[in-house]
């Protein structure tokens, strides 16, 4: 059974920076991406970045596009999101994400592609 649970949230100023963990367990090959996504209050959930397993392909959305990093550690097994310079529009809850991939398929971007998801952690950056 596939889990994941994320940590790292919190409260933090315009300009600061938070780093998110997503811890993974149950995954039993390296076929699979691993995604981050968000979504603010009154907004439909948005693609953040994705990583194929292996971590030699990742993919942002333009709007974070040189300010966050996803990246993995392989003990523990943990899917990080580095948020640098953070802005008040990045308050959200965020989710980790996986879904089963081919190394050679294009990065999956959409939350359809997705079907595990962890139960969010809640980032607040303040003005």
């Known amino acids: 059974q596939v889990q994941l649970v994320e940590s790292g949230g919190g409260l933090v100023q315009a300009g600061g920076s938070l780093r998110l963990a997503c811890a993974v367990s149950?995954?039993?090959?390296?076929?699979?991406?691993m995604a981050w996504f968000r979504q603010a209050p009154g907004k439909e959930r948005e693609f953040v970045a994705a990583s194929k397993w292996t971590g030699r392909r990742t993919s942002y959305a333009d709007s974070v596009e040189g300010r966050f990093t996803i990246s993995r550690d392989s003990a523990p097994n943990t899917i990080n999101l580095q948020m640098n310079s953070l802005k008040p529009e990045d308050t959200a809850v965020y989710y980790c994400?996986?879904?089963?991939?081919?190394?050679?398929?294009?990065?999956?971007?959409?939350?359809?592609?997705?079907?595990?998801w962890g139960q969010g952690t809640q980032v607040t950056v303040s003005s």
């Open positions: 994400a996986a879904t089963r991939s081919s190394p050679w398929a294009v990065i999956a971007r959409s939350q359809d592609a997705y079907n595990y």
């Open positions: 149950g995954l039993t090959s390296s076929q699979y991406d």
